[in-house]
Nanobody
Framework: VQLQASGGGLVQAGGSLRLSCTAS????????MSWYRQAPGKQRELVAV???????DYRDSVKGRFTISRDNAKDTAYLQMNSLKFEDTADYYC???????????????WGQGTQVTVSS
């Protein structure tokens, strides 16, 4: 199983970016999908999570600005980031809990980071 993240880049404060994360490989079912970020010198932190049924949760600092969604037919999660702030600058990582076969337990997989840089 692999997770491929994309969509990062350089944007001015107030701008928008949309991140994508697509899972591929031996997938029976994907449980929750989430986005984390890690700024230089800081610990990785959870940004947003979406369950298989579509329930979402966000860290307080991004509520009202970021929206996580998923397309189950494409095994893909998205993170729409609006009104970006300088403090949103970080490497963003996607994570997914994936069941590879019926009856097996979910395993957590990580995608490679995609860099988001917000200029002030």
């Amino acid at each position: 199983v692999q997770l491929q993240a994309s969509g990062g880049g350089l944007v001015q404060a107030g701008g928008s970016l949309r991140l994508s994360c697509t899972a591929s490989g031996n997938i029976f079912r994907i449980s929750d999908m989430s986005w984390y970020r890690q700024a230089p010198g800081k610990q990785r932190e959870l940004v947003a999570v979406i369950g298989s049924g579509g329930l979402t949760d966000y860290r307080d600092s991004v509520k009202g600005r970021f929206t996580i969604s998923r397309d189950n037919a494409k095994d893909t999660a998205y993170l729409q980031m609006n009104s970006l702030k300088f403090e949103d600058t970080a490497d963003y990582y996607c994570r997914a809990s994936i069941v590879s076969s019926r009856g097996s337990f979910p395993t957590a997989y990580w995608g490679q980071g995609t860099q988001v840089t917000v200029s002030s």
